[in-house]
């Protein structure tokens, strides 16, 4: 781990992740700057979303630490200043969309966290799946949808699927949050927690990489 220490405006800024995350370290630096630098956004009432995850700001002694939702815990309670694994998503979810050669467009909302996805309970635990994703019915969706490949959903009662919240995802198919802000219209087929095919709505092929990360180490930084 390493705790990266930046200067915004007069304040001390605290960022805590893993060392090879500096460049995602850097990005939201760059967002937190931006937003310094139009009102004056640290207290500890101020929630920041950037991306998949939400930021928070704890004043310490004599700086501010980063926190970010706990996913090791229940995110929407618990907080932690270790940052690696939000920041790890941004990593994922921005080389997805580079490598498919898909541009954000200005002003669409983020997919985070928070954000219900529908699934056949049983693809939760299934080793070949697929996610599709359609148009959200609310604020609240996604619009992602899991199922399992090759089955007869015909045959399923309403019982057998449920509502859950994106991070879920996180418990059972971790790398499978790298597509969740790819757009409407898009299909995953994944192997476990490979992914084997990526389509856009036209049912063109997408590029897509499936290497992962790996977190060591704790150093001191100043950014």
């Known amino acids: 781990m390493r705790t990266y220490v930046a200067q915004v405006a007069d304040k001390t800024v605290h960022l805590t992740c893993d060392e090879k995350l500096e460049n995602a370290v850097r990005a939201l630096l760059d967002v937190i700057n931006n937003l310094q630098a139009q009102k004056d956004i640290f207290n500890e009432d101020f929630i920041l979303c950037a991306g998949?995850?939400?930021y928070f700001f704890k004043e310490a002694d004599?700086?501010?630490d980063i926190l970010a939702p706990d996913f090791n815990r229940n995110p929407n309670e618990a907080k932690t200043n270790n940052l690696?694994?939000?920041l790890m998503v941004q990593n994922l979810q921005s080389e997805a969309m580079h490598t498919a050669g898909i541009k954000v467009v200005p002003g669409t909302m983020p997919i985070t966290f928070k954000h219900n996805m529908l699934i056949l309970k049983s693809a939760m635990t299934a080793k070949n799946v697929y996610f599709t994703r359609s148009e959200p019915v609310d604020d609240n969706d996604s619009g992602w949808y899991?199922?399992?490949?090759n089955d007869d959903e015909s045959k399923h009662d309403p019982d057998d699927y449920a509502m859950i919240p994106t991070s879920e995802l996180l418990k059972v198919r971790p790398l499978a949050v790298r597509i969740l802000c790819m757009p409407v219209g898009t299909l995953a087929v994944f192997d476990g927690n490979k992914m084997t095919a990526l389509v856009d709505k036209d049912n063109n092929p997408l590029k897509f990489s499936t290497d992962g990360n790996e977190n060591k180490g704790r150093k001191e930084t100043y950014v």
């Open 52 to 54: 998949w995850s939400y």
């Open 62 to 64: 004599g700086y501010w």
């Open 84 to 86: 690696t694994l939000p």
């Open 146 to 149: 899991l199922g399992i490949m």
